[in-house]
DNA sequence: TGGCAGGGGTTGA
DNA sequence: TCAACCCCTGCC
């Protein structure tokens, strides 16, 4: 069993693990010591401590290549990032929190966790992603189960995956996780796909709208360049960019972000969601003002 | 301590 | 375009 385990030392730079980890892309990973996370990476639990330099990774069945294509260490930060536009938000979200990363992640477990997400927060996605793991999932070590596959919800009920906090969005998974093993729906063929007719593929499946396709799209299959507009995004953009408008809808936002962030415009978004959530750069909701 | 409003979305009418 | 869908959290 020992000899199953792995441990890689990777030198990196420009790397907030932190906010990477915790900035609502993946839901799997917890802080559990100084500067070190546990969680999965392709069905393996998989522990990473931050050093000065360097990541020190142990996982099960972890090679570099997995891990590397995981973390995306080798993406060149600054180049990225001189597309971005040159304005006031996008100066400030950058100087809050310089080495915010995009991971690469599985792409059923994500869209699995991004069904669950509609008007959930964070940390009630982890929970159900935790709770589907325990109830589904395979115990790989002591108290560590894997992300289920979809032929495995498939084969549950609405009922048992309900009993998963997942309320109305358990039908959602269900069918989805059904189609998946019908064959109704390919998330192998969207790896290839243009990202128009990707997301087109993706929103075949129940529970899977705009949002959600586009945060696949951009945490699963790498398309950088889609930005995923939510209530949150919406009210920033609003608020950054057209303080004068007394209304703004979210296609309103959508037409904007897509021309305005450029070819990398979802890595802009998670710089800005990042400093908007984290910092409060917005005013507070009606519910949350004095 | 309990009631209540509202939340990072999608669906179906 | 809009109500309905679950359930958890935080406020009063």
Redesign the pocket.
Known sequence: MVSEYTQLTQKVTDYDLAATLSS?QAFCWDLTGPNEWRGWIAGNPVSVVRGSDCFRLTGRKLTRDVAARYFQWDTDLAALIKTFPQDEPMRQALAYCPGLRLLRQDPWETTANFIC????????IK?INRALRQRFGKEVEPGQWSFPDWRTLAAASEADL?EC?L??RA??LFHAAWQLTAGEVSLEAVESLPTPEARKEL?K?????????S?ILLFAYGRQDVF?V???VRRAIHQLYFPKRRTFTEKQARIFVAKYFGPYGGYAQQYL?HWI?TVGALPP????R?
């Open positions: 609502g997400s509609a008007m959930k927060q964070i940390v009630q929970q309900r906090k309320g109305f039908k959602h929103m499946l129940r529970g899977v709208g705009e949002k959600v396709a945060c995923p939510d209530v949150w969601f959530r909701s009606p519910r949350l004095g």
